[in-house]
């Protein structure tokens, strides 16, 4: 990882690297990171592409599926009330000439105990709980960059005050502020998105979780504003009368990419950890609404009462699993990249 | 130093006050009635006077009164427990969640740093493979799934440990080891770290030449500069264990304080969600503050920044 060679650069080139190339050279040279990269990439795609199937039939009930629902290769399970769900839904013709295929494949992943489809809600709930990890990184850059750069540039009293906030919110309990946040967001969240609970709840689990993991974001870029402000190109942006939002969004924040970039890809596999504990807690995404943490959570009290259900438990944990190690993956291969000198990536 | 230790608990106390105010804004702000959720269907006379009794019908006086019983640790009835009051409550459950978070991180650290000294010293062999696998899972299962492997394999298969509880120590061996293995992975991963960066520092390389016993050279000389990284995880670290085991107590039906927390959250039990709020921030801060002392003692850099 640490000093890669530099294969794509041709000798006798003596021009000097520009450091964004040189940290992309280091990311394509970490293979676990390639490999997260790929990984989260496929894994994507297709929940996207199986988005119209998912999305009408991860909360189709099925009596014949929800007696026996073990993993089925090559067994014909009931189709009615696919069929149902398929005509009422999207009468697209995605469906009648891909469905039963697709149908099949599914059945291969078992059922869980109302007869639901393992691999729709897997797949949807891969997407919802990658949304609200992405969501909650976009949130805590957001303040956490801004909060930071205010603080620092502005200095003195403001930067004093700014600071012991932070360290007040730091002195609280970090799921206690979920928690709470959401209790306090809840009621204007649902009349925001007026009446559709389900999204509003994903959009408030995002916002609670990024509201709340913005602390570490801020300090460190406050740290990095305070270090580069002494900078000399700094000083003669200054010198040629550049005002101070000009200063901060075209020559301090180009300059921060790389702490961004690491922090909010290690905001992302915290978010997803984090919204499984609360689905497990009964806080989390509502039912019949999957997230990965929902599913596991589900799983392992479905092989508590009944052990045997392994499908039920593997399929959502394994997929869980992969997702939060491809997403550490990509955030300590994007440390590595903008930061060799760092000491704390997963794997030397 | 005395000067400095007062500093810290004067600004301890103000920031304990912030986080009153925080709190209380949320929970009051938050919507819904606890007595409406729970018995429907009640005379408006009697929620009044429900009211009248737990101060709901005037905020303003209900936060003097809060923080005037806070300061003498009499923090007033809890709306859900009819008979207990939140002091009574967090008296009985802060003492278990503390003794399970401290046991967590005895075995954290009881295990995770021969782990990685064992995987340094040996790098590349199958021990630092199967100990980096198990690391990996470590950070990235959630523990109410690693938990629950436990409990199936040792209380319902193999019947060694009870299914959960409290009050035995067979009932803590399992909560204890859930809630140890994110913290075990990470010391173990920073013990290594630290122990490949010294292991080839010129000092070691030294002592070897000298002749040394390798395990003196690796316990005597190279431990101790490596341990230091851990040091410093282990304060914030044993904090988290201890107010963060929400997720282990529910899995073993362990009394702890995280339950009650959650379920005063869910049923808006204000007066008990304010206590136990300032149960753990008060923990957090005190370890932050004793952690930092601590540390000017450790390493003399600090105390003469300081």
Redesign the interface.
């Known amino acids: 990882m640490i000093g890669a060679p530099a294969t794509s650069r041709r000798a006798g080139d003596r021009r000097p690297e520009r450091p964004s190339s040189r940290s992309w050279r280091r990311f394509r040279a970490n293979r676990l990171a390639g490999a997260g990269t790929v990984f989260v990439l496929v894994a994507t795609l297709i929940a996207i592409f199986a988005l119209p199937f998912s999305l009408s039939w991860f909360d189709v009930q099925n009596a014949t599926t929800a007696v026996r629902h073990a993993p089925a290769v090559g067994r014909v399970v009931d189709q009615a009330p696919y069929a149902e769900a398929q005509g009422s839904n999207t009468p697209g013709s995605w469906f009648t000439w891909a469905g039963p295929a697709v149908y099949r494949v599914a059945s291969w992943w078992g059922h869980d105990n109302l007869g639901r489809s393992v691999l729709f809600r897997c797949l949807l709930g891969f997407l919802v709980s990658l949304v609200i990890g992405l969501g909650a990184a976009v949130m805590s850059v957001t303040i956490g960059v801004l909060w930071g750069a205010v603080a620092a540039l502005a200095g003195g009293r403001v930067d004093a005050v700014m600071m012991r906030i932070v ?2 919110l730091f ?6 502020m979920v ?3 959401k ?2 967001l ?2 204007p969240l649902i009349r925001l998105f007026a009446g559709r609970t389900q999204l509003a709840n994903v959009v408030l689990l995002a916002v609670a979780i990024g509201a709340v993991s913005w602390l570490t974001m801020a300090r460190v870029i406050r740290g990095q504003v305070l270090s580069l402000r002494e900078q000399p190109f700094i000083e003669a942006a200054r010198a040629i009368g550049a005002g101070r939002l000009r200063i901060l969004f075209l020559h301090l924040l180009p300059n921060l990419v790389g702490p961004i970039a690491v922090y909010a890809t290690l905001v992302v ?1 915290q978010a997803v ?1 984090q919204e ?2 609360l689905s ?4 989390g995404v509502q039912q019949p609404v999957p997230s990965l ?1 929902r599913l ?2 589900d799983g ?1 009290q479905a ?2 009462t009944f ?1 045997g259900y392994w499908w039920l ?1 593997t399929f959502p ?1 394994l997929l ?2 992969l997702t ?2 491809a997403l ?1 993956f990509i955030g300590d291969g994007l440390r590595d990249a903008f930061d060799p000198k760092s ?6 | 130093m005395t000067r400095r230790i007062f500093n810290r608990l004067v600004w301890g106390l103000v920031t304990l006050g912030c986080i009153y105010v925080i709190t209380f804004l949320m929970v009051v702000s938050a919507p819904g009635n606890p007595f409406a959720a729970a018995e429907r269907n009640m005379p408006p006379e009697v929620v009044r006077a429900l009211e009248a009794r737990y101060s709901m019908d005037n905020q303003a006086a209900y936060f003097f009164q809060f923080l005037a019983g806070a300061v003498r640790f009499d923090f007033g009835p809890s709306f859900q427990y009819k008979d207990w009051t939140c002091s009574q409550i967090i008296a009985r459950a802060l003492p278990v969640s503390l003794t399970l978070g401290l046991v967590a991180m005895l075995i954290a650290v009881l295990v995770g740093v021969p782990v990685g000294v064992l995987s340094a010293v040996r790098r590349n062999s199958w021990f630092d493979l199967t100990s980096l696998g198990f690391i990996l899972i470590g950070i990235s299962l959630p523990a109410f799934v690693t938990g629950s492997a436990l409990l199936i394999v040792f209380a319902i298969y193999l019947k060694v440990l009870p299914i959960g509880g409290w009050g035995r120590i067979s009932q803590l061996v399992l909560p204890a080891l859930t809630l140890s293995l994110p913290f075990m992975a990470y010391i173990a991963r920073l013990t290594r770290v630290g122990m490949l960066d010294v292991l080839g520092s010129d000092f070691v390389r030294t002592a070897v030449a000298k002749g040394l016993d390798r395990r003196a050279v690796i316990w005597r000389h190279a431990f101790r500069v490596a341990f230091l990284p851990v040091l410093s995880y282990l304060g914030p670290a044993a904090a988290q264990a201890m107010t963060g085991s929400f997720v282990v107590e529910k899995v073993f039906n362990v009394p702890g304080l995280g339950i009650h927390f959650v379920d005063a959250a869910l049923n808006l039990d204000r007066g008990l969600i304010m206590s136990c709020v300032l149960a753990y921030s008060a923990i957090l801060i005190l370890f932050n503050i004793i952690v930092d002392l601590l540390y000017a003692q450790v390493d003399p850099r600090i105390k003469e920044a300081a």
Do not use: K, Q
Request: proline share 5%; charged share 5%; net charge negative.
């Open positions: 360290d007040v002195g609280l309990p970090y799921i206690l928690i709470l946040l209790i306090a809840e009621g596999p950890l499984s504990f497990f807690l009964g806080i943490g596991a959570a392992v092989v508590n052990v438990i944990c869980l699993v939060l190690l550490n000491r704390t990536t997963l794997l030397v």
